[in-house]
């Protein structure tokens, strides 16, 4: 079946760069895009950006301009996302996500979430 | 960008009780809307796409309506297993958008 499973939670400082993986199975990696949304403690969702595995070509959330970074690797059909200048409002869930087959984009199935947490 | 807002942002139901949750978009995205549940501690999942169709293996109390900018999430006898978050998420353009979420608890 189609899945996605992110890699562990991270601790990191002010200042730093963190670095998520996204391993995918079950379907033709360069097929779908990939999204990465992200979850603040006890609040909603908020989409950061997305890769289109196929070409690399991504596409960002003006919020994370210039400090986020999506990459793939097709020999292991995993992404990438780096976010770097962490800050104490980046500590979330992020989650990557798969848009499915068909003609509405929506998002699925989703990883199981990598849990951030930004402190000094 | 389109901006998406979700109304209640919390509602106490009982089991058994029709919800109903309602969402708007700030400009046409016609049926490009899709809902999904979140349980604490998980992933959403995907409950409706395109609007009104009932993902696969998703209970068919759980229904969704509506185009152009007004669309609806109703659960028709809630369950146990209903008590949960719920998202709305448009796709009709770039960035994708969430609402901000309803909460659905126990009375």
């Known amino acids: 079946q189609v899945q996605l499973v992110q890699s562990g939670a991270e601790m990191k400082k002010p200042g730093a760069s963190v670095k998520i993986s996204c391993k995918a199975s079950?379907?033709?990696?360069?097929?779908?895009?990939i999204h990465w949304v992200r979850q603040a403690p006890g609040q909603g969702l908020e989409w950061m950006g997305k890769?289109?595995?196929?070409?690399?070509?991504?596409t960002f959330g003006q919020k994370f301009q210039g400090r986020l970074t999506m990459t793939t690797d097709t020999s292991t059909s995993t992404v990438y996302m780096q976010l770097s200048g962490l800050r104490s409002e980046d500590t979330a869930m992020y989650y990557c996500?798969?848009?499915?087959?068909?003609?509405?984009?929506?998002?699925?199935?989703w990883g199981q979430g990598t849990q951030v947490t930004v402190s000094s | 960008d389109v901006q998406m807002t979700q109304s209640p942002s919390s509602l106490s139901a009982s089991i058994g009780d029709r919800v109903t949750i309602t969402c708007r978009a700030t400009?046409?995205?016609?049926?490009?809307l899709n809902w999904y549940q979140q349980k604490p501690g998980k992933a959403p999942k995907l409950l409706i796409y395109?609007?009104?169709n009932l993902q696969s293996g998703v209970p068919s109390r759980f229904s969704g309506s509506g185009s152009g900018t007004d669309f609806t999430l109703t659960i028709t006898s809630l369950q146990a297993e209903d008590f949960a978050s719920y998202y709305c998420?448009?796709?009709?353009?770039?960035?994708?958008?969430f609402g901000g979420g309803t909460k659905v608890e126990l009375k």
């Open positions: 890769i289109n595995p196929g070409d690399d070509v991504t």
């Open positions: 400009q046409s995205i016609t049926v490009y």
């Open positions: 996500a798969r848009v499915g087959d068909g003609f509405w984009r929506w998002f699925g199935p």
């Open positions: 395109g609007a009104s």
């Open positions: 998420q448009q796709t009709s353009s770039t960035p994708p958008s």
């Open positions: 079950g379907y033709t990696f360069t097929n779908s895009f």
